[in-house]
């Protein structure tokens, strides 16, 4: 006789499980797991808005509080998705307001919502806590208002580089004099100016603001006033760093900041001014997250700062820091976990700035705790490479970008493809992998062989053939998300791992070799699959099976093609070319 | 022979006026191709190096490389602009009582201080430290004539607000400063 408990047993003990991955796997143990599973479940994190409609979320999952979408491809970041593409937020948030009047938190990425959205977030859903709009666009400080005047118990509002249209910075002073509420507040991609006055009354009714990442607009000058409301803060952005020559100013914020018991993450640092730096000594012993990455501050100032940080664990900078920053980052930073650097200038070495390979070699070798990586610099070698993955073969993320695009290693004018080989083969748990440099299809030979564990790869002009393709899409059995640009990949080695897309989020790829031929084939061949052809040169009927596209997105879905396509995406029929 | 429209005479499969996209978009090396030498060709032809020796031309500059998304860019685009100037931010500078006018290059000076220290330097005299509520505690007070032709206090704004504002300097003796 089969026991089995009772379904309130079964609902408080799934109440335990929150990773999406565990209630996933407790969803396929039985039907009956299954269905007390779906009315439990509480949040859900939709990687690709494409790959499954708001209809069939709902009725799977009727009771959700939390809900996650990411819309548009990661080179959207980088210009290389045209405007109109797609990632609308709208009928996501419509179905929503209708089917979850009890929902709470709505987190959205790099996707497109309106105003009205945001009207209605605000007003269907009455114990709405919190709204993060990373990297969005689509909406203006008029929305933010209705969000201000109308969520009564608003926790979290982020708006992480998102672009909005600034209309003007009243919106703020819509929140009500009643509201205390609220825990984190980032607003440091807004342009202009919120009332200060606004948020310094704001700041002062919220006793549990823990995040406050302001705007540039912020005056230095005004910062000290807002620490001494709110001497509780953890994370907090300033505004622009610096103030004429102001040793009032110099001496209020080093007062406040000595107030800040509580503060471990620091950002913001726009226009910043050395001299305005030793006011924060007093917290960098407890910091653990820094990001100077939008001033140009020098080495020596920088260095200095990074010298009292102890308890560093995310360091976030500009190329600046050069090979010495990094080198004293090594010495005094023991238990840094991620390190970015990125490019003060595009496109050549600004011969001002001395950051090379050997930063990141100091700092992979005195940082025993370093798992994430991302690193702009203008050369590299094989042998640092190796020695790179020899010292750190905890490393989770690694994302080298040499800004030249096919550098070889600049001591033996070789390809890169040992050094990053070396990478996969001693980082057992890498997940994430962005290449540069010059390359040849053997570092794919090497990262199909020994990258197992990887779930995304980023590739950009870089392989000899098709069989550089073949290597990744046979070899890496994790792999989640591809993404290539500028590459002679194409039909052969697409068209041999058509089954593999099928287990993956999405592939991108752009300026490579594929042809609308293959396209319709693979189209035809997987069901499953959404392939979408993007190409702004006009009507791909007059076209020749031959004919290379510009741009391929192709992703699994269980929700069919999509409806809102732009008149620059094609979707291959089974018959001919066809757009919808 | 007439090189120039080389271009125009050359054989290739596409239709007129097409151009092979993926050629252009593939490589990363600078736009210059080989299909005219000019400086092979002789004087008919301008050298856009045959002036001033200007710096190498700008990279072929390719779409969404290198991977800095657009918020970083602009931070860095906009320390950029001050190089872009020329080689030196020179303004005049004048004090009072003194038979001819220096020039000092802003650029060279990252902050005030090192600014007023040369100044100090260039005309033997002591300006002194800067107080929001009293200006400067000494016979001269440090004024820059900004673009709308005020003249200002120098200190009370940004360094870099500052630079794209000044057009000249001027040391006042403080006698001639008026308190308003």
Known sequence: MVYSLPEEVLEHVFSFITSDKDRNAVSLVCKSWYEIERWCRRKVFVGNCYAVSPGIMIRRFPELRAVELKGKPHFADFNLVPDGWGGYACSWIDEMSRAYPWLEEIRLKRMVVSDESLELISTAFKNFKVLVLSSCEGFSTDGLSAIASNCRNLKELDLRESEVMDLSGRWLSHFPDTFTSLESLNISCLGSEVSFSALERLVARSPNLKTLRLNRAVPLGKLSTLLHQAPQLVELGTGAYSSGIRSDVYTGLSKAFLGCKELKGLSGFWDADPSYLPALYSVCSRLTTLNLSYSTIRSPDITKVIGQCPNLQRLWVLDHIEDSGLNALALSCKNLQELRVFPSDLYAADVNVTLTEQGLVSVSQGCPKLQSVLYFCHQMSNSALITIAKNRPNLTCFRLCIIEPRTPDYLTHEPLDIGFGAIVKHCKNLNRLSLSGLLTDRVFEYIGTHAKKLEMLSIAFAGDSDLGLHHVLSGCESLKKLEIRDCPFGDTALLANVAKLATMRSLWMSSCAVSIGACKILSQKMPMLNVEVIDENGSLDSRLDSCLVEKLYVYRTVAGPRSDMPGYIWTMDRESANRI | ?180
Do not use: H
């Not at chain 2, 593939?26 to 002036?51: I, L, Q, W």
């Not at chain 2, 000076?109 to 300006?127: D, N, P, R, T, V």
């Open chain 2, 1 to 180: 022979m007439d090189l120039i429209n080389f271009e125009a005479t050359e054989l290739r499969l596409g239709l007129p006026g097409s151009t092979d996209e993926w050629d252009k978009k593939s490589t990363a090396s600078p736009v210059n191709t080989n299909k005219r030498s000019s400086s092979e060709m002789g004087s008919s032809v301008t050298d856009e190096t045959d002036s001033s020796r200007s710096p190498p031309p700008a990279k072929a500059q390719i779409v969404g490389w290198p991977p800095v998304r657009t918020c970083r860019k602009n931070i860095i685009q906009g320390k950029k602009s001050e190089p872009e100037m020329g080689s030196g931010m020179y303004v005049k500078v004048s004090m009072d009582g003194a038979p001819y006018l220096r020039k000092v290059d802003l650029k060279v000076c990252k902050s005030y201080g090192e600014l007023l220290k040369s100044l100090q330097e260039m005309f033997k005299c002591i300006i002194g430290l800067y107080s929001e509520r009293e200006g400067y505690k000494s016979e001269y007070a440090p004024t820059y004539e900004d673009k709308d032709g005020d003249w200002m206090l120098l200190g009370d704004v940004p360094w870099d607000m500052f630079l794209t504002s000044c057009r000249r300097l001027r040391i006042m003796k403080s006698c001639e400063v008026i308190e308003s």
